[in-house]
Nanobody, 126 residues
């Protein structure tokens, strides 16, 4: 199992930047595909970005591509989400997730992820 804890959220103006971090417990962090999802009030939780175990493959939702960058440091058991050019539509609770199952990985499929953090609030003011 793995436990996840997000940090780095906050209030930022339109056009600003934030970097989210997700610290994972356990010695097998490098064996997990990781992802970020977000949930705005009244909306379903949706895919933001994902990264493979080694960090060699990354995936992004169309709405954030070119503005957000996912990365990981397996030595520090941490995955990051650098968010630039933030917009009010980016306001949401951001969740870190770790894949828990075998088989073919679908990075944007929420059911692929078994482990979730508690979330961190990101608010972008206009």
């Amino acid at each position: 199992q793995v436990q996840l804890a997000e940090s780095g959220g906050g209030l930022v103006q339109t056009g600003g930047s934030l970097r989210l971090s997700c610290a994972a417990s356990g010695r097998t962090f490098s064996s997990y595909n990781m992802a970020w999802f977000r949930q705005a009030p009244g909306k379903e939780r949706g895919f933001v970005s994902a990264i493979s175990e080694s960090g060699g493959s990354t995936y992004y939702a169309a709405s954030v591509k070119g503005r957000f960058t996912i990365s990981r440091d397996n030595a520090k058991n941490t995955v990051y989400l650098q968010m630039n050019s933030l917009k009010p539509d980016d306001t949401a609770v951001y969740y870190c997730a770790a894949r828990g199952y075998g088989g073919t990985w679908a990075p944007s499929r929420i059911d692929d992820y078994a482990y979730w953090g508690q979330g961190t609030q990101v608010t972008v003011s206009s």
